[in-house]
């Protein structure tokens, strides 16, 4: 499989692909198909690689439109199914990074149950909360010599994530619960510390990025582990802080295109 051009020449970048699977690099900012919340949106990530490939494409997960990264997609129904049950029972491990106000913990696990969010593609469902658990590891702190709160300094840690569950907006909501909001969530966050980080550094996305996938391949069994950079802005402030050699999946492999 060899990707071509949309139609307007915007790519997205293929991490893998076969005959029956395609995981794309979304880019922050861009929403996976269409949303009645977001009306004025004309570039979906599902439209995107259907004209790249030119062929249907079936989106098996979603990431929120802020948060860049790994995502699936199946190139025939069957194998949509079987990769969307996968997703739905936790059979696919996501590993994600993330910068967050404040130092967290060495490691730990947030068990915290989540009301449902309104969700445009799915009926409306149980509105009790339901049992939600993230394990997080720190990877790196800094402390920078900025006055935000009532503090002369402002700490932040780049976090390694992996939800065990797959609520709506389960890390954002998640680690602002335990007080650590990711930077750049404008729903969840901190206004002062996403603008630190706009003013500072010039990035002003939502700095969550899912940078491996793995799950069985639908069709063979066999293991497949896929590794996403996390994208403008998030890079460079890997760079910035020096935080690059502590980033898991940053210079692992080189994902497999396959013809």
């Given at each position: 499989m060899k990707p071509g051009a949309t139609?307007?020449?915007?790519?997205?970048p293929i991490l893998y692909a076969d005959d029956v699977v395609v995981v794309v690099n979304k880019p922050s900012?861009?929403?996976v198909h269409r949303s009645p919340i977001d009306?004025?949106?004309?570039?979906f990530a599902v439209q995107l690689l259907r004209n790249q490939l030119g062929r249907r494409v079936h989106p098996v997960h979603r990431l929120d439109k802020g948060t860049s990264g790994a995502l699936a997609f199946a190139l025939d129904r069957a194998t949509a199914?079987?990769?969307?049950t996968a997703f739905a029972?936790?059979?696919?491990?996501k590993t994600y990074l993330a910068i967050v106000r404040g130092w967290p913990a060495a490691s730990g696990t947030i068990e915290h149950a989540l009301k449902a969010v309104q969700d445009p593609y799915a009926p409306s469902g149980d509105a009790?909360?339901?049992?939600?658990?993230t394990d997080f590891r720190t990877l790196a702190t800094v402390e920078l010599p900025q006055r935000v709160d009532r503090y002369p300094t402002a700490r932040y840690a780049l976090l390694e994530l992996q939800p065990d569950s797959g609520r709506r907006h389960q890390l954002r909501?998640?680690?602002?619960?335990?007080?650590?909001?990711?930077?750049?969530?404008?729903?969840?966050?901190?206004?002062r510390h996403n603008r630190l980080f706009t003013e500072s550094f010039g990035v002003s996305r939502l700095l969550l990025a899912c940078v491996t996938l793995q799950f069985a391949h639908p069709v063979t069994g066999e293991p497949l582990v896929i590794d996403a950079d996390p994208g403008p802005g998030f890079a460079t402030l890997l760079e910035q802080l020096d935080w690059q050699p502590a980033a898991p999946a940053a210079d692992r492999a080189i994902n497999p295109v396959l013809p």
């Open positions: 139609a307007a020449g915007e790519t997205l900012g861009l929403l009306r004025h949106e004309t570039r199914g079987t990769l969307a029972s936790q059979q696919v491990q009790a909360a339901k049992p939600a658990r909501r998640h680690l602002a619960h335990i007080s650590h909001p990711i930077i750049g969530d404008s729903t969840y966050g901190k206004g």
